[in-house]
């Protein structure tokens, strides 16, 4: 596997990775069990989105005094488009943690010890995901064709359910749950399990964190293929993607009272998904330049939030007018 990563690249983002999350840790047990305001949402998403951008900015600085501008220039794109794309389907899968929440009625308060549990597990799964990913592409290059086809239909699948909401309560790991454990109907503070007339039950709260593990893993076979079709380099694929879960939490709270206002979004990460997955079928008879694709990437999901905003303030003007 070609990569521009050096071993002590990989230890030292590595270990990064580590202390950012130890902190976020530390902090949230100082605070304990409370809602985070928009403010702070705010404030955390800000940094995180600036540390990616500083962490892009380091790497072109050391790859131009290493390796030349040419290589520089090519991988910081590929980092920024890898970026853009998974911060942009994070927020489908944002979406998705919202209408877990609101079906388990989980209190605000409780919902960043689900959100940090399961940004653990998505960094531990999509990392072993991508290193399988970038040796199985470099050892059989014809799965580059089998990753772009199941992207080209995830897009089209993506366009055709979207404004769709999923129901729930026939989702097949709730379906599981129910059958092999007993789960009681009401919250017990941050625990996970409780005792009810002497018999051990788990708690809403096991379930939505079972469910939002279930749902990081759908959305990783989706997002891991996109960023691949961009570049097949394990180090930018893992920091791009990392960088994008790391700001996960703070941006559902920013968010989440948002989400009406950003409904055609699934329309755009569905064209996303098919120009990703066309430029991954076409790799071998025209590579699409990666400036171009970084371009398209913005630019589809810019107007989906703009033609977002336009709409959602039209209904607004509407309703308005008719009252």
Known sequence: METIGTWWMWVGFIVFVVVAISIDLLAMEKQGARKVTMKEAAAWSVMWFSMAFVFVAALWWYLDGVQGREVANTASMQFITGYLVEKSLSVDNIFVFLMIFSYFAVPAELQKRAL??????????????????????????????????FLVLTGGKMWLAAGQAPDVEKNPVLKLLRRYVKISDRMDGEKLSTVIGGVKHY????????????????????????????????????????????GLRALYFLLADMADRFHLLAYGLALVLVFIGSKMLLGDIYKIPIGAALLVTAGLIAGAIVASMLSAKDIKTGHKTSS
């Open 116 to 149: 940090i549990t399961g940004i653990i597990g998505a960094v531990v799964l999509r990392a072993i995901l991508i290193l399988v990913g970038a040796w199985l592409l470099a050892t059989f290059h014809w799965l580059l064709y089998v990753f772009g086809t």
């Open 203 to 246: 708690t809403p709260l096991f379930v939505v964190l079972v469910m939002i593990g279930a749902t990081d893993v759908i959305f990783a076979v989706d997002s891991i293929p996109a960023i691949f079709a961009i570049t097949s380099d394990p180090f930018i694929v893992l920091t791009a993607n990392i960088f994008a879960i790391l």
